[in-house]
């Protein structure tokens, strides 16, 4: 069985599968680790660098977050199952009346019938027939409490119906009718205890109402069950007001009733309050009961209040009780919610040893407990227990599964328990559908998310809130162009079910205001770029006049809301508006922790701007993404992108495992000439029409050069910079690519054709013939292609790689740079250009699964994005991209208008007035936008996105 292949280490056998064949004296079967988790290529076993130079580790390198908060918020639902126990007495004997009391024609034996033949008779007959007049002629023999127990039995038969039928004949009966005397306080609170099943607090209000109407006696025991009804249809609020009802009429409360109350305010999360209720029950002569403890421990668990739930534990044991199972099970998850497993499993082993009832709420709570802290093979192990002991799991059972499996990164193994769930007859809930979503998003597997959600949907299993919002993120979170475009369809999907309404208006009119408090980061982002166009749709069609007087974003609704906000939110949105120029400014605000607001006026303004026109863009990129006809095309597009990008990736990794740079060996003179020899690559590139990552294989190759030789002489390194870049030309030829001769680069270069040609071969001598090379550059847009950039327009296409290739090539100048791998410096340069211009996710999930950078945990990582963060801050570039990218937006817009025809060419990119290494990255990008402008799967890279495509499939196996 599959879940013998779960993996177990040295100190889970210690601790638990030792422990537990010692007690239990049943073997438990040996697990075989066969799960281990998968070793990052962003890890690092040495403190020195890609060149060799040590990297300078701050200690406070780590930052907690790449675009994607994986807190726990309040919004994820806790599911709490209790254990339930019905007492029944059956000592209610049959009942003789009064021969004077009986008709004439009842008073045959034959019409003495038992509760259990009624109960039979009853269950005979069709939905559709009327109960029987042998019924009622029977239930002449029969008093009250007799007939109470005949409505609780037809319930548990399933008959609710029939139960309410038949209560409903005898108190619609006139005043005198000799069945009348059965509607007395017995059958009434029976009949209110059975509204709980179908859920019909109404109906149960309603009983108590003509219990007073006609006088019938409402004893502790009427009330009691009124408040159950209450609890189990979630009217908590009411319960309670129940209770302080019958206190006013004089009822006193018993054990039983303040038991309830102690679950009533374990709901309404007032533990508090639950705590005070046995100093309560003592001050009015009550004795607190096994039951009231148990019933305060669990109130506490469910107020995550764990350390006061084991306070109330030894409090029970003070008393003079013995834990009982249920005792257990609330330790069980008190000690869970803690994150203590060690003393979860003691508990359990106690448990075993005194013999105590194991139940499906003993095991989900145990593996419950294992998710929290991480031991998905522990959960497995426990599963498989639970089975040999002959539980039968349930929904939570599951659920609980294939969290733990989530928590350990096993989306396979998660997939597995949910098969194994349905193939035993137990139907998943909203709760599964969301918990194997996050798992399968955690995995990377937004395909299998997205089935997953299909799935429950045509099942029949509605989807909530919750739902909505981690299958949009999952999407989203990728970064990939038609996984967010789906993401948007669900999201519009989601508003239409009445989900996702965030726009509040003031009291009083003059504010509107968007709430993205406690939102994922995908449906946050997704909620503005809709209420931004919705703004200006509304301004276009009626004017300023339309919009309140002022508009607000809410990022942190801090104390005013239990529900814990999305830190990345916060930011994202606040650096966008400033990116951008937008009106909205950060306000104090005496109930919001995080506000930006704007007068309407500037508002109205700014959404007729060709600015806003980009930032809608860049917020939401994916909207200028050729549409997939069929769901079936977006999986072909997914599963080719992923696989050819791995591909290309994988020779990344060959060639960095198996080259380096030694920046010791390079000399202080190559150093000083180095930034003209790049610049002077960079525009001979630019005469020669090379692609940008040929030009910058061929200055990696140049450096590779320098920290082998033994020395450079600097009147020779021109001519060595030219061979570098004939070599990387050589490297990336296509057949469909242009040939350009060692003359032509001569020419170019300004150097003798004859010099070049010798020094080619003297550099690959140098380089024992391994001329392999994968710039930064190159990287970069292997993680473009695997975000989807070729299926953008000219200005989705600049909007994701603009800024980027910008860096890219001011990265080509810090020397700092050469002392991490290329894919890390693309890594860097991609998070830092996307976090500084608010675009969520900052890292993609896709990228980091390709890659294994998860986050900054190694200081190579830590270093290389605090150079591209300095770099971004330079205003020259975010200028130039601003300027470009609002360009572009007005020539879609005339594009729109019919002034442009579509055939016309973008504008040119504006070259503002800088330094030469700024001039420079304009030249680059307005080669790169050329280059890759056709847009609509034809971007610049021509070939497929794979290790030959990306041009050093050639030199693959002497990478390896």
Known sequence: MWLNSGGGTPDLRRLYLQDISTVSGVPCKSFSATASPDESTGSSTSALGWGGQPIADSGNHRIAYFGRNRNKTAQQRQRATHNRAEFASRDAGLQQPAPSLLPAHVRSSEDIMSVEDIVQLLRRLNRAEALPDRVFRALHHLDSRAVALLLKDLSKAGHDARSFELFDSLRNLPDRHPLRHLCDVYTYTAAISLCISPQHADRAMELLADMKARGVERNVHTYTALMNVCIKCGKHAAALGIFNNMKAEGCTPNVVTFNTLIDVYGKLGQWERAVEVIKLMRAQGVQPALRTFNTLIIACNMCNQPREALSIYQELLDSGFDANSTTYNALISAYGKMGQLDRVLEVYKDMVYRGLDRSVITYSSLISACEKAGRWETALQLFEEMQRDGCTPNTVTYNSLITACGQGSQWEMARQVF??????????????????????????????????????????????????????????????????????????????????????????????????????????????????????????????????????????????????????????????????????????????????????????????????????????????????????????????????????????????????????????????????????????????????????????????????????????????????????????????????????????????????????????????????????????????????????????????????????????????????????????????????????????????????????????????????????????????????????????????????????????????????????????????????????????????????????????????
């Open 419 to 960: 098969e194994q769930m349905q193939s035993k007859g137990c139907t998943p809930d909203v709760v599964t559908y969301t918990a194997l979503i996050s798992v399968l998003e955690r995995g990377g597997q937004w395909l299998l998310a997205l089935e997953a959600f299909q799935q429950m949907v045509t099942r029949g299993c509605k989807p909530d809130a919750i739902v909505y919002n981690a299958i949009i993120d999952a999407l989203w979170q990728t970064g990939v162009v038609w996984a967010q475009a789906k993401a948007r369809e669900l999201f519009v999907m989601a508003a239409k079910h009445g989900h996702f309404r965030n726009e509040q208006l003031s009291a009083d009119g003059s504010r509107a205001e968007l709430n993205l408090h406690a939102l994922t980061a995908g449906v946050a982002m997704l909620s503005l770029h809709n209420w931004l166009q919705d703004i200006q749709r509304k301004v276009l069609a009626r004017g300023e006049a339309s919009l309140p007087p002022l508009l607000a974003i809410v990022t942190d609704a801090g104390h005013a809301s239990k529900e814990q906000g999305n830190f990345i939110i916060k930011e994202a949105v606040s650096t966008s508006m400033s990116f951008w120029g937008a009106p909205f400014r950060a306000v104090q605000d005496r109930t919001f922790l995080g506000v930006l607001e704007a007068p309407s006026s500037k508002v109205a303004q700014w959404v007729r701007t060709d600015s806003f026109t980009a930032q809608m863009a860049a917020l939401f990129p994916s909207s200028a993404a050729e549409a997939a006809s069929s769901e079936q095309l977006v999986g072909q597009r997914e599963r080719t992108a992923q696989a050819q990008c791995s591909e290309a990736f994988d020779a990344v990794k060959r060639f960095e495992a198996s080259h380096n740079l030694a920046l010791q060996n390079m000399s202080a003179q190559y150093s000083q000439l180095r930034p003209p020899l790049v610049g002077s690559l960079l525009d001979r590139g630019g005469k020669l029409g090379l692609k940008d990552e040929v030009v910058h294989d061929g200055v990696l190759l140049l450096d590779r050069a320098a920290s082998t030789a033994a020395q450079m002489v600097p009147e020779l390194q021109p001519v060595v910079a030219a061979a570098a870049l004939q070599l990387s030309i050589n490297q990336g030829a296509t057949a469909d690519s242009p040939q350009y001769s060692p003359a032509a680069v001569a020419e170019a270069c300004n150097v003798d054709a004859g010099s070049l040609v010798n020094m080619t071969w003297q550099l690959r001598q140098l380089l024992n013939d391994d001329t392999m090379a994968i710039s930064t550059m190159r990287c970069l847009k292997v993680y473009l292609e695997r975000m989807g950039y070729r299926y953008l327009d000219k200005q989705g296409i600049y909007i994701m790689a603009g800024l980027p290739i910008m860096l890219a090539v001011e990265a080509l100048f810090d020397l700092s740079l050469l002392n991490c791998r290329p894919s890390v410096v693309a890594a860097a340069l991609l998070y830092a250009e996307r976090r500084q211009r608010g675009a969520v996710p900052f890292w993609p999930s896709m990228l980091a699964k390709m890659t294994g950078y998860e986050d900054l945990t190694t200081p190579e990582l830590a270093c290389a994005v605090r150079t591209a963060q300095k770099l971004c801050r330079a205003a020259v570039y975010t200028n130039i991209y601003k300027q470009q990218s609002t360009n572009l937006a007005q020539h879609v817009k005339q594009q729109q208008m019919g002034i442009l025809a579509q055939q016309q060419q973008p504008p040119a990119v504006v070259c503002m007035p800088a330094s030469s290494t700024a001039a420079s990255a304009a030249t680059m990008m307005s080669r790169a936008l050329s280059s890759c402008s056709t847009g609509s799967g034809n971007s610049s890279m021509g070939a497929p996105m794979n290790a030959q495509g990306l041009g050093f499939a050639g030199s693959a196996g002497a990478a390896a």
